[in-house]
């Protein structure tokens, strides 16, 4: 079962400290989240999951971490200052800003007006002022997508690492889009995290890992749960696409608001790198680049066979890390009827990215002994390095299992006074709800087998 609303998740996200409003106690700051102690470690399981499966399990895959502050001049020849905007329409009866793509009619959502503006070009880029003076001659945007600094890092990586083709440098890192209308929870805000791999293969070879990525990120979205039933493709027709695009694939997923997208895996050809590079007159480019006079490296590589320079086309998945985090918590987000009026929440994450993976609960929280064997065991859990372990001691089993069924702790290991006889806990699974008897000693193994599950 998915979330019954997007309210349903809204309110668990404020109520367990997932997810707040950036600045709430100030009336907010709109398209702005910040995530609370339990989301900061939802997302970072979300962000490692990503990184083992692109970084550690491909050695044809380096990592970046580039600086989200960006040289103007990067994103003139990226061609985003030309091109990165959204068309705007504004009310004359209320004054009301929308998107005139995502109008109905030509209708003001907000008054019922039908006295609108013709629909303008807005850029979706925040600039900011760099240095002391503020005369608009020394500005930087910050970057709205990661990928533009894995294609000025292209030579550092290859020189440092010695790449051959194919292979990706993936990025996880914070993106900003000055959205017109921000909206749908963490959906679409003004600032978010996208984990992005730009895969450069050798032209000609483009449309197959195009389609090998999408499977691969299809089977992965799957191993967070996600599944492939939530999921339709959508092959973005040529009028809709981005300027660098030849082909993107759209992952849709059917959000509690609607089916949109959450990662785009696009054919970039060789436009980027192209756009980036110099001698570009010297080099084989096919896609439509922008002219560049000012670059002073050349973005290629020497084919081993031919000894000739390519420029490489490139695949980009791209994925939003907070889109990721909506429909994960979908997904997991279950109510269950338990007969006699009663019923619970229950967070049905994959353990893995569970944002406690045990709760270590002593029975009564004033018994010394049975405090210090708890809290023993969580040390000894923790010491395992598998994520956060917690010592529970509030003195209330039921209450203690409600709280973590709602945030999706995949197992509570009570300690009772058997416990402190023949060094056993009882083991109550989130799923099941059944309990079992595990000596302790089992039990780091116990938890691992459970998480990697
Ligand atoms: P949309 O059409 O929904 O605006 P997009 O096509 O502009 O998305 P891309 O440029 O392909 O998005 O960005 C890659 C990914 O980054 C998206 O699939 C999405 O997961 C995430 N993303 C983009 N814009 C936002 C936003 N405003 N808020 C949250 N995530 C975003």
Known sequence: MTAKTMDDLVSLCKRRGFIFQSGEIYGGLQGMYDYGPLGVELKNNLKSAWWSSMVYENDNIEGLDASILSNPTVLKYSGHEDTFSDPMVDCKSCNSRFRADQLDKNICPNCGSEDLTEPRPFNLMFKTNVGPISDGSSFAY?????AQQIFTNFKNVVDSSSKTLPFGIAQIGKAFRNEITPRNFIFRVREFEQMELEFFVRPGTDEDWHKEWVKKRLHWWEQQGVPKDNIELYDVPDDELAHYSKGTIDIMYKFPHGLEELEGIANRTDFDL???TKNQDELNIS???????????????????????????????????DRGVLAIMNEAYNVEDLGEGKERIVLKLKPHL????AAVIPLKKNNAELVNKASDLKKRLQSLNIGRVVLENTGNIGKGYRRHDEIG????????????????????DRDTMKQERVSIDALPDYLIKCINE
């Open 142 to 146: 910050l970057r709205p997508e990661t």
């Open 274 to 276: 192209g756009s980036h």
């Open 287 to 321: 896609a439509k680049v922008m002219p560049n006079n000012n670059s002073n490296t050349r973005l290629a590589i020497q084919d081993i066979d031919s000894k000739k320079w390519v420029v490489p086309y490139v695949i980009e998945p791209s994925a939003g890390v």
């Open 354 to 357: 569970s944002p406690i993976k």
């Open 409 to 428: 702790t995949p197992l509570c290991i009570t300690i009772d006074f058997e416990s402190l006889e023949d060094n056993t806990a009882t083991v109550r």
